[in-house]
């Protein structure tokens, strides 16, 4: 959730941040940096500084491609997507040297997080599940339709996204309103990894990272870009992968299983866009 609202901006306004994978892992290392840095001193201060840490880290890795649009015109969907590989690199990198656990027996992976009380992302309610990660999550969803639906931000999102010409004829800079949804994208995505690798996952490893920020763009689409929409495929999705992971474990079906699911419920999305919006007709010698 709290990706796709952050991609929801920049798609709204024909700005097509595909790396959100990158800008998670991203932040999710820088996060968990400022944690590690400070093993194993107790302050209240450590968490809110690896999120602070975490979401500078994604918004930065989000800028590189927005300023190479910006400046040099570069196709940002092939940047932001090459840089999901240097990011996964990165991840490898970290694992196997700067953050790995020196009392790990050699073993790859940083210290356990969720065991370190001033940087674990600890649940609300215990057994719940729902740690400070879905805090956030809902305060994006409100935050995002507030600014899409009340603000004249939202407004400049949309016209850019449905009349490019006319937005730059009516004052919208096409150049500011790039960065600033590639840093929204990238400031979210990069706190999802802080949430992720202070809770549930506990550690940097070399597996961190399972295709979220890939789903994400799902979520986004299922959405139909809109805050409320988000928030109702996001649980659909988080269906898909509990349902998968019982499929896995008591059916015997592969993890691949749960993928493509996900990938025909976005094929058929788009599918019913074309033929809500265009008829197919076949004629002699010709299909209109």
Known sequence: MLIAIGLSFGFRAGVWNIGAEGQYIIGALTGAAVGLALYPMESALI?????????????LWAMIPGVLRVRFG???????????????????????????NPEG?????????????SAANLEIIEGSG?????????IAVI????????????FQVK???MAPKAAAFSGVNPGRLIL???????????????????????????????GYGFTAIIVAFLGRLHPVGILLAGGLMALTYIGGEI???QLGLPAAAIQLLQGMLLFFLLAVDVLTNYRVRFGVGEVV
């Open 159 to 161: 016209l850019a996204g």
């Open 143 to 154: 935050f995002a339709y507030v600014m899409l639906t009340r603000h004249l931000f939202g």
């Open 180 to 210: 600033v949804c590639m840093g929204i994208s990238g400031a979210l995505a990069g706190l999802a990894g802080l949430f992720e690798v202070s809770g549930p996952a506990g550690q940097v490893s070399i597996d961190f990272n399972v």
């Open 47 to 59: 968490f809110p500084a690896m999120v602070i840490a975490g979401a500078l880290g994604g918004l």
């Open 105 to 117: 027996m050699g073993f790859p992976g940083s210290r356990n997080l969720a065991q370190y009380p």
């Open 247 to 249: 499929a896995q474990s």
């Open 130 to 138: 729902m740690h400070w990660g879905v805090v956030a999550a809902f």
């Open 74 to 100: 570069t196709n940002e969907i092939l940047v932001s997507l090459m840089l999901v590989y240097v990011a996964e690199q990165l991840l490898a990198s970290m694992a196997l040297g700067a953050m790995r």
